[in-house]
């Protein structure tokens, strides 16, 4: 029997899983060994086993429809994409990554493409789900971090859930969630969602908003933390927040969001209240027209508070995907150049130096749905897709 350490490729709790084969039969199991989920699986990743056959599977390269060596596609596909660098240049290829890939693979093909290749045109399909998360980060930061843990919702006094319904789509961590409550059931859990989502079954306060006003509850939230005189020193010397926030009062919140204002009025207690409190956030957040803006809201009332950098406290905004958090770390997307290094003259000429290239790219590339649109009016002409929509694992499309 072989046995192999590996991780879920589904949701983005990251569970470890313990892969066996035995007799040719493979086997999962949760890996209890693995901070992320210690042992547990939720049903999809206990069913990783029954997905593993070869049917429908791509085994061998193809060139043009047919089979071909390794050698010979590599050849290929080097040639092609020369071919048309040189032609056109190298704004003229593009590769589309994934959250399903390998931190390593990232590093490696966002190496390639900004070092190599010398264009920024790199980037996943995590920008249509994370970039709101992103964007909220570095804004409030100067960097792209999660500044939170899975101990932190486990050891937080209040864990409030927005735009997430983690019992179904991070349902380990939900699992952990509803363990902590029931080993310390003093621990408030408020969930804001317009709808009431299997996540509101361990909910002692569920916010039903109008769908689009939770940055409103949030701005509120900052305002009714100024009312209260407890906003921390270090956030009161950047008032910009603080002033947009003026005038949203309970009041204007309750009817803003469509709650009754007891509701609003109560929550705010309870932020106020909680030594430590923690907002996990997702898609609901996230995939929005001013997601950017809600995800600094969140963030916003965190450092207000002082509720943050501290154990069981803090934004944490869950991911979506497997490695989506990966492709971050080491460049993965086309607005950022490596390890979470910018197109600044001082990141470049150290990015240069350490990869040794003299065709660094310069400036950021096409962001994914630019990315779409160049390829649609002709000014791409090949793209490599890599570990999206999973029937093709690894595809260099040209045009
Ligand atoms: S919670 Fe997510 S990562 Fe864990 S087993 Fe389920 S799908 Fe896989």
Redesign the pocket.
């Given at each position: 029997m072989t046995e192999t350490k590996t991780?879920?490729?589904?949701?983005?709790?990251?569970?470890g899983?313990l892969a066996r084969v035995k007799d040719g039969i493979v086997s999962v199991q949760?890996d209890e060994q693995h901070p992320?989920?210690f042992g547990?699986?939720?049903?999809?990743?206990?069913s990783l086993a029954e997905t593993t056959g070869l049917e429908g599977r791509l085994l061998h390269p193809q060139l043009d429809g047919e089979r071909v060596s390794w050698p010979q596609a590599l050849t290929a596909a080097g040639e092609r994409l020369r071919a048309i660098i040189e032609q056109y240049g190298p704004q003229a290829v593009a590769f589309y990554a994934s959250g399903q890939l390998l931190t390593e693979d990232y590093y490696a093909a966002n190496k390639l493409m900004k070092g190599f290749i010398g264009a920024g045109n790199i980037d996943t399909n995590s920008r249509l789900c994370m970039s709101s998360a992103v964007t909220g980060y570095k804004r409030a930061f100067g960097a792209d971090v999660v500044p939170c843990s899975y101990e932190d919702v486990e050891g937080s006094d209040l864990v409030i859930l927005v735009g997430s319904n983690a019992a179904w789509a991070?349902?380990?961590?939900y699992q952990r969630l509803v363990q902590a409550k029931q080993n310390r059931p003093e621990m408030k859990v408020v969930v804001i969602d317009p709808r009431r989502t299997a996540t509101c079954d361990i909910a002692d306060r569920h916010l039903a908003i109008a769908p689009g006003t939770d940055g409103g509850l949030f701005v509120g939230l900052l305002h009714a933390l100024a009312e209260h005189g407890i906003v921390d020193e270090r956030y009161a010397d950047t008032p910009a927040a603080l002033a947009a926030a003026e005038g949203w009062t309970v009041e204007k919140v309750a009817d803003f969001c469509g709650l009754p204002q007891n509701d609003v009025q109560a929550f705010y207690q309870e932020f106020i209240a909680a030594p430590r409190a923690i907002t996990l956030y997702t898609m609901g957040i996230n995939q929005s027209s001013s997601g950017s803006d809600k995800c600094n809201a969140i963030i916003n009332v965190h450092l207000a508070s002082g509720k943050f950098a501290r154990e069981g406290c803090g934004p944490f905004s869950l991911t979506g995907q497997?490695n989506a958090m990966g492709g971050r770390e080491v460049g993965g997307l086309a607005t950022m150049l490596a390890a979470h290094m910018n197109f600044e003259p001082a990141d470049l000429a150290r990015v240069a130096r350490f990869w040794g290239s003299e065709r660094l790219a310069q400036t950021p590339g096409l962001m994914a749905v630019d990315l779409f649109s160049a390829i649609g009016r002709g000014e791409v002409k090949a793209v490599w897709i890599m570990g999206t929509n999973r029937q093709c694992r690894c595809r260099i499309a040209m045009r």
């Open positions: 991780t879920c490729p589904y949701c983005g709790v990251g569970c899983v949760g992320a989920n547990r699986l939720c049903v999809k990743g206990a991070h349902p380990v961590l497997p």
